[in-house]
């Protein structure tokens, strides 16, 4: 089974919609709330995170040379909170981004057979605008209030 190449596109795409998005905001509407906890520049550092996770199962998968399974879980965004809001928004947009960029190269070019054990397992460490798009949405929504 050859893995679907879509997933290049899509990444490209969110991470444009990120750059996007910062772009037109002001810094106070980095601020907007998102959620009970959460704010516009919480968002871009919850994903700079997660994106930065999956660059790590991507080092240790192509170090063992098989799936390499972090033991993390979403308990993780709770723990982070206090950190992520105390990263300027505009820092938390830049970290993001940074990493976005390189994460979507990496996975353009990462070798194909572990690349597909990895989609296997879990599809969202591969097609990251499922994720990043997801929270993306969320900050719209609130904006838009």
Sequence with gaps: MSLDQSFIELNHASTERMRA??????????QHPVGEH??????????????RRV?????????????????????VNDLSLPLWAAVPPREAVRIALDTAVTLDARLENYDPTLLEEIYTYQKRWVVRALHRNEHLDEAEAALRG
Excluded: C, Q, S
């Design 55 to 75: 660059m790590y199962v991507l080092d240790m998968t192509e170090k063992n040379g098989a799936l390499f399974v972090p033991e993390i879980d979403i308990f």
């Design 38 to 51: 959460w704010t516009v520049g919480i968002v871009y550092a919850h994903i700079a995170w997660w994106d």
């Design 21 to 30: 998005l910062a772009a037109r905001l002001t810094d106070a509407e980095m």
